[in-house]
């Protein structure tokens, strides 16, 4: 696994299957509105499309990617730093999506 915005780089042993959730997340979120701050480089930057999930990332490698850097946004899921980019993980709600009243979600890089 390698960083898109660094030199980072693992080498990770994985199970091969043929799903490992359903799409995350479950329905597309509507991010118009959203402003990100310009420092922030997103470790996916489709993050807000319903699509299958590549990788599970296990809590050895979680706590390895994780930086210091983290954003809380009113009302937005917080952007934290990794090693791959940031991540957005936490509540959305339901203005943003589509058919769900509210999602509690992680996302990670999907590519």
Request: hydrophobic share 35%; proline share 5%; net charge neutral.
């Amino acid at each position: 696994m390698s960083s898109m915005t660094d030199n980072y780089h693992s080498t990770l042993n994985c199970l091969v299957l043929p799903r490992i959730t359903s799409n995350m997340p479950v329905t597309d979120i509507n991010i118009s509105t959203w402003e990100f701050p310009s420092d922030v480089v997103l470790a996916d930057k489709d993050f807000h499309k319903s699509a299958p999930n590549d990788v599970l990332l296990g809590a050895e490698i979680f706590f390895e990617i994780l930086m210091h850097r983290r954003h809380e946004c009113r009302g937005l899921p917080v952007l934290q730093n990794t090693k791959l980019g940031y991540i957005l993980s936490g509540k959305i709600h339901q203005c943003y999506v589509k058919r769900y009243k509210n999602q509690c979600q992680s996302f990670f890089c999907a590519d």
